[in-house]
C-alpha cells in the first residue's frame, strides 16, 4: 500500500506540473483507387492543475493508511 502511494503521489505531482497533453492521428483525407492522402489530426487533452492536487491528497491518504498496519 505504501507502493501505490508513492506512485500515485508522483502522479499527481506531474499531472499538476504538466496540464496538458497532445496527440496526434492518422485520418484518411482522400481514398480514390491507389490514391491514398492521410492528414495528421491533433489533439489536446489538458485538466486542472487541482486534479493534480487531489491526487497527491489521494497518494497522502493511501500513504497514511498503508503506514498504519
Do not use: Q
Request: charged share 15%; aromatic share 8%.
Amino acid at each position: 500500500m505504501k507502493k501505490a502511494g508513492i506512485v500515485i503521489i508522483i502522479l499527481g505531482l506531474v499531472m499538476t506540473i504538466f496540464t496538458a497533453f497532445t496527440y496526434f492521428t492518422k485520418e484518411k483525407v482522400v481514398d480514390f483507387g491507389k490514391i491514398e492522402i492521410n492528414a495528421n489530426k491533433r489533439h489536446n487533452l489538458s485538466w486542472s492543475p487541482l486534479i493534480g492536487v487531489a491526487v497527491m491528497g489521494l497518494g497522502g491518504v493511501l500513504l497514511l493508511v498503508g503506514s498504519k498496519k
